[in-house]
């Protein structure tokens, strides 16, 4: 059986349908959830795709929080689901506290749309499991606010229990410790700024988000079969 | 009774601020060459409802930090009047 990957959307979420047909061309399934409803029932994985959830009103994130859906998807996460956030979906997650820290405003103030090249820092998470300790990856950003911000003892957790997954070689944003992505503890909820969906055809430039979203339909697929 | 909270939700001390520099280094451009520093924040204006001064000011407090202000990077000061 196929794996089911969810793409929740919020109102201002745009990279939905991205999202999508990027898990669909993995040979996965993958179905919308909107940010009203409650149940996930039937789904293997999450992406929170990118976007400007609710407008990116106060801050990128805030406003998601209180989405309906996401106390569903705080139980997903804590029964060892595997959820990716990825760009404005990483906002989300660290406002609902799924993950650590904050994405600030860029440093210098620039919108970013450009390729960069990750280098993978840890293959304890579900998005990086496939992916071979210090590969490089070529996969673009597209952020405003997506600068990585944490206190120095978070940091240092994060380093230490290999939790972050993707740094950037040239950090475009500012973010500390070129964090491009980080995991939780269990490694099944992961955020990042860079957009693996915009790296999936030689026509986009890259194939090397295959890498990742592949990983996580095969983390799907485990959980699948231990359901 | 009503009372009016203003909420300025400001960065902690050592969080990088990028949009307070930008300004600060517009401004001597300006003219205003003796200005020491910029620091950006936001401030809200909340009327709410409670019996008393305390009450008011405990539900302000909570509103700032549980949705206002990211406390991660943010901290608020927090001002509650009659209105």
Redo the contacts between chains.
């Keep these: 059986m196929a794996t089911t990957v969810g793409v929740v959307v919020f109102p201002g979420t745009n990279c939905e349908h991205d999202a999508v047909a990027a898990v669909e061309s993995l040979g996965g399934n993958a179905t919308l959830v909107f940010h009203a409803d409650t149940s996930l029932e039937g789904l293997d994985a999450l992406i929170l795709p990118g976007g400007f959830a609710h407008g990116d009103y106060?801050?990128p994130g805030?406003i998601a929080r209180f989405s309906p859906i996401m106390e569903s998807v705080v139980s997903f996460a804590a029964a060892g689901g595997p959820v990716v956030g990825i760009c404005n979906g990483f906002q989300v997650l660290?406002?609902a506290h799924l993950l650590?820290?904050?994405l600030?405003?860029?440093?210098?103030?620039s919108f970013l749309c450009q390729p960069t090249t990750l280098r993978v820092t840890s293959t304890r998470s579900v998005l990086t499991s496939g992916a071979e300790l210090g590969q490089e990856l070529s996969i673009p950003i597209n952020h405003f606010s997506g600068?990585y911000?944490?206190?120095v003892e978070t940091e240092r957790q994060l380093l230490d229990q290999g939790r972050v997954v993707l740094s950037y070689v040239d950090n475009p944003n500012?973010s500390v410790a070129n964090i491009a992505g980080i995991a939780n503890e269990a490694g099944n909820v992961v955020g990042l700024m860079p957009h693996p969906e915009r790296a999936t055809s030689n026509l986009m430039g890259s194939t090397d988000g295959t890498v990742l979203l592949g990983s996580l339909l095969s983390a799907a697929g485990a959980s699948v079969s231990n359901a | 009774m009503r009372f009016i909270a203003r909420v300025e939700v400001r960065l902690r001390p050592g969080i990088a601020d990028p949009e307070g520099a930008t300004i600060e280094r517009a401004l001597p451009a300006m003219g205003f060459t003796s200005v020491a520093s910029v620091s950006a924040g936001r401030s809200f204006r909340v009327e709410l409802d409670a019996d008393n001064l305390d009450g008011a000011r405990a539900m302000a407090t909570q509103l700032a930090d549980r949705l206002l202000a990211n406390p991660v990077i943010e901290e608020s000061v927090i001002e509650v009047s009659p209105l």
Excluded: H, I, M, V
């Design positions: 106060l801050r805030a660290c406002e650590p820290g904050a600030q405003k860029n440093r210098g103030l600068s911000t944490c206190d500012g």
